[in-house]
T-cell receptor, first 112, second 113 residues
Framework: DAKTTQPNSMESNEEEPVHLPCNHS???????IHWYRQLPSQGPEYVIH???SNVNNRMASLAIAEDRKSSTLILHRATLRDAAVYYC?????????????FGKGTLLTVNP | DTAVSQTPKYLVTQMGNDKSIKCEQN?????MYWYKQDSKKFLKIMFS???????INETVPNRFSPKSPDKAHLNLHINSLELGDSAVYFC????????????FGPGTRLLVL
């Protein structure tokens, strides 16, 4: 499985933007980039995913480097509820035995 | 209505006992999964079923046996519980086999004494 590298932790202030980086230098051409997050004492929650183009949804934006070896999850205005562990995961969408392989993720702390 | 539900939420039991965890999804998805999150917070897949057929079976002791009576349910039975089985077990589902968007349940916190 292609691996991702994320900072162990990051800190932000409420209502400020947050940029969570992820390096995936061994990504293959068909790998999608997925982001999940896990709030305290809850199950993981899907955030966003993309292949090559930048993606936006109601939760976040995903900026993908042109060479696809890195990506950034952008939370436009952090709230206290966004404090969680954020996981960047690579996967080949549509593969019959596709599975999510979670790493350590980035623990995001949001200060009031 | 909860999309993916698990019961029980907490489970405290003695070593050597047999226990089951139940999972149900009301999303109409074809594929369901079991994950284990240990004390170091690593989340690892254990099993995956697609329309009641086992499609992913990671290196898990034989004491763990998943059962899928229908595609909306995936239960996990654990025989002869050991201390190392203490963890949080998450059920998840996805629309199709190979679907990358997975929906997770709230978890079952298992403590083996």
């Amino acid at each position: 499985d292609a691996k991702t590298t994320q900072p162990n932790s990051m800190e932000s202030n409420e209502e400020e933007p947050v940029h969570l980086p992820c390096n995936h230098s061994t990504i293959s051409g068909t790998d999608y980039i997925h982001w999940y997050r896990q709030l305290p004492s809850q199950g993981p929650e899907y955030v966003i995913h993309g292949l090559t183009s930048n993606v936006n949804n109601r939760m976040a934006s995903l900026a993908i480097a042109e060479d696809r070896k890195s990506s950034t999850l952008i939370l436009h205005r952090a709230t206290l509820r966004d404090a969680a562990v954020y996981y960047c995961i690579l996967g080949n969408s549509g593969g019959s035995n596709y599975k999510l392989t979670f790493g350590k993720g980035t623990l995001l702390t949001v200060n009031p | 209505d909860t999309a993916v539900s698990q019961t029980p939420k907490y489970l405290v039991t003695q070593m050597g006992n047999d226990k089951s965890i139940k999972c149900e999804q009301n999303l109409g998805h074809d594929t369901m999964y079991w994950y284990k999150q240990d004390s170091k917070k690593f989340l690892k897949i254990m099993f995956s079923y697609n329309n009641k057929e086992l499609i992913i079976n990671e290196t898990v002791p034989n004491r763990f046996s998943p059962k899928s009576p229908d595609k909306a349910h995936l239960n996990l039975h654990i025989n002869s519980l050991e201390l190392g089985d203490s963890a949080v077990y998450f059920c998840a589902s996805s629309q199709r086999r190979g679907g990358e968007t997975q929906y997770f349940g709230p978890g079952t916190r298992l403590l083996v004494l």
